[in-house]
C-alpha cells in the first residue's frame, strides 16, 4: 500500500495519513480523479480507528486535496490554488530563510545548500511509497 503510519511516532496518526496522502499527490502516485479507499476500508487496511480516518479524511477535503462525491466515493481533486495561498507562500520562503541561517551556523554555503535541496528532491521523487528510507516493503 502506499500509505504508513506509525502509532509509535509522536506524530499524530491522523496527521499522518493526511500527510502521507499529501505526499502521494505530491509524487504523483496519486493523481486527480483516483479513488480513495473508503474511511472504513482504509481504516481496516492501516489497522487505526475509522474515527482517525474521517478526521484525516474532513481535514484533506477541507484544504482541497480530496472530493467526495456522495454515492460514489472520495477522489483526489484537481489541483486549485488555495484560498490561502500568497499567506502560505510569505511561510515558505520565511522557512527557507530560516533554513539559511541554520545552514549558515553549519558553515554550510548558499550553494552547498542548493545542492543538498537538490539531493533531497531526488530522493524525494524517488521514494515510490510512504518509507523515509526509500525501501518498498516486499
Known amino acids: 500500500m502506499w500509505l504508513h503510519v506509525n502509532p509509535k511516532l ?3 496518526v491522523y496527521q499522518q495519513v493526511i500527510d502521507g496522502v499529501k505526499a502521494a499527490v505530491a509524487k504523483g502516485v496519486l493523481k486527480p480523479g ?3 479507499p473508503s474511511v472504513r476500508e482504509l481504516a481496516v ?3 487505526i480507528n475509522h474515527n482517525t480516518v474521517a478526521k484525516a479524511y474532513q481535514e484533506l477535503e477541507r484544504d482541497r486535496v480530496i472530493e467526495v462525491i456522495r454515492g460514489r466515493g472520495t477522489f483526489i481533486a484537481e489541483p486549485a490554488v488555495p484560498p490561502d495561498s500568497e499567506r502560505r507562500f510569505a511561510e515558505l520562503r ?13 558553515n554550510l554555503r548558499p550553494e552547498d ?4 535541496f537538490q539531493d533531497v ?5 524517488r521514494e515510490e511509497d510512504g518509507h523515509e528510507d526509500g525501501h518498498r516493503d516486499r
Not at 528532491?121 to 521523487?125: A, C, E, G, M, S
Open 113 to 116: 545548500v542548493l545542492a543538498m
Open 45 to 47: 487496511a492501516l489497522a
Open 34 to 36: 483516483d479513488r480513495l
Open 94 to 106: 520565511a522557512s527557507m530563510r530560516k533554513l539559511l541561517v541554520d545552514a549558515h551556523h553549519l
Open 121 to 125: 528532491v531526488h530522493q524525494w521523487k
Open 10 to 12: 509522536s506524530v499524530p
